[in-house]
């Protein structure tokens, strides 16, 4: 595995990125992310695949899940239930209601997109931070990409990234050091501006 | 010379005029066509502008020559373009102009148009009668599967809210209607995936899980629904094991277990996509 020539490798989508999404440096990570996950699976239809974080914003989708399937999410993920301990004693099913669409997307439905975009509040264990900040982020995430993912060649590029990540030993590295290694890259330039969002 | 020349001139204009109507049809349904491949990779203001052509070519055909297709499609392209009212309008004029024979298609679409206007609205008991009939009598399998998700999604939001009687008699509902889908069709997967949902609500985990399997194993249409599926799987999975007896018990995971190998599942509770 050539670890040097795959932080090579990202840092090339870092700068091709740049040119796609100007002024907008906090989806790099998301979007590099999510293209390194379908990389080391071999999945190559990216567009579907990074945009598929879109279709599970669908409120129809959760609204609709009964009371147990909940407290079985909940109680079933050891941080969660660690967090939410207090509402899942007293049975307060409004509250993980309330929780549950901006929750199981992330933790249940393991989206590389939005895991990525919440990490910050993932590694702080800041939750409810992410119900809080949920439908203005993912809302921000979808205006901003928009541009780009119009353009066929953004689609080819971040195959191209991805590819070539994954030709060096991609998959032999954990994930946690794939995200470490995007992050540092997307902090590296000095023209690059924050890599949270605007609105966070 | 005059009079030669007019029957001519006649039909010169009788087919130039057939192939100026033509084309208004032809061209809204590309241009719907259009609209809705540029939505589906979220082209949005390229969507709406071809949604917009749609209708302004629909619109053309139904001055010069109405008829239900052309309203149909009028109507879908006011659907797509939140002009709910007036695409209720579009519908109920093509259901009044009447479809040809071999046009039961389309009137499929209208109707499954229509119920979504009603839908949006906010006339959820007109859209559920109508997604129930698309269930009954569609032979279009798109619209099928639209109608049946649909359905399946608002009367489970509206059962959240009754009283556990009236609770128990709408899900037992919502899964002969089920039933009878599957009966028509048994090899469409997300038909045994909106089952799965469907018991697990009653609470028939067993079935759940049986119809949850049947899902992964004929193939679902999205990876939300996929994932979901195997969401379902663990959480009955969970569940069943919990509360059959002993020796039943041992006997589920051991089939359980020969199923998660099967899809590669890393063990009882993890599968493929998830982080170990």
Redesign the interface.
């Known amino acids: 595995m050539n670890k040097k020539g795959v932080e090579g490798a990202l840092a090339r989508g870092v700068e091709i990125l740049d040119g796609f999404l100007p002024l907008k440096s906090w989806l790099y990570f998301p979007v590099l992310y999510s293209a390194c996950v379908w990389a080391v699976r071999r999945v190559f239809d990216y ?3 990074i ?2 974080w ?3 914003l ?1 409120p ?2 959760v ?2 899940k ?1 009371d ?2 909940i407290l ?2 909940f109680s ?1 993920d050891e941080a969660l239930g660690r967090e939410y301990a207090d509402e899942l004693t007293r049975g307060d099913l409004r509250t993980l209601r309330a929780a549950f669409p901006a929750l199981y997307p992330i933790f ?3 989206d590389a997109f939005l895991t990525a975009l919440f990490k910050a509040e993932i590694e702080s264990a800041d939750y409810r931070g992410i119900v809080v900040e949920f439908a203005s982020r993912t809302s921000k995430a979808r205006d901003d990409i ?1 541009p780009a ?2 353009n066929p060649d953004f689609w080819k590029a971040l195959e191209l990234i991805g590819m070539e990540a994954a030709s060096l030993g991609l998959h032999l590295l954990k ?1 946690e050091d794939v995200q470490n290694m995007i992050i540092a890259l997307v902090k590296k330039p000095a023209s690059i501006s924050p890599t949270i969002p605007p609105d966070a | 010379m005059k009079r030669k020349l007019f029957p001519v001139a006649a039909l010169a204009l009788v087919f130039i005029l057939s192939g100026a109507c033509l084309p208004h049809l032809r061209k809204a349904k590309q241009f719907y066509a259009e609209g809705q491949d540029q939505a589906r ?4 203001a ?1 969507a709406v502008a071809s949604w917009k052509r749609a209708l302004d070519e629909a619109e053309c055909e139904c001055r010069r020559k109405p008829s239900a297709q052309a309203f149909t499609i009028k109507g879908l392209a006011e659907t797509n373009l939140g002009r709910w009212r007036e695409a209720e309008a579009s519908f109920l004029k093509a259901f009044s102009l009447g479809y040809e024979p071999g046009e039961a298609w389309a009137s499929d679409v209208a109707l499954a148009g229509l119920a979504a206007s009603f839908e949006e609205l906010g006339l959820e008991a007109p859209a559920l009668r109508i997604y129930a009939q698309l269930l009954d009598k569609s032979a279009f399998k798109p619209v099928l599967m639209t109608a049946a998700e649909k359905r399946t ?1 608002l009367v ?2 509206r059962a ?1 809210g009754l009283d556990p009687e009236e609770k128990s008699r709408t899900l037992a509902g919502l899964t002969k209607a089920l039933d009878r889908l599957l009966d028509r069709d048994f090899a469409c997967g997300l038909f045994h995936y909106l089952h799965a ?1 469907v018991d ?2 009653i ?1 028939d985990l067993r079935r759940s899980y049986e119809e949850a399997v049947i899902a992964h194993e004929l193939g679902l249409p ?3 629904i996929s ?2 599926n195997d ?2 799987l ?2 009955c999975y ?2 069943l094991k919990e509360t059959l007896p002993a020796a039943e018990s041992k006997a589920f995971a051991s089939a359980h277990s020969g199923w998660t190998k099967k899809w590669g599942w890393r063990d009882a509770r993890t599968p493929a ?3 170990d």
Not at chain 2, 41 to 44: D, E, G, S
Request: overall charge neutral; hydrophobic content about 35%; aromatic content about 14%.
């Open positions: 567009r579907d695949r945009l598929a879109q279709v599970w669908d129809e989708f609204r609709t009964p147990e399937f079985h999410f079933g249940g439905l393991e928009q993912a119009a994930d | 990779v979220f082209r949005t390229a999604n489970l939001a959240a949902q697990g609500h609470g999205s990876e939300k994932r979901d969401n379902q663990i959480y969970d569940k996509w998830k982080k």
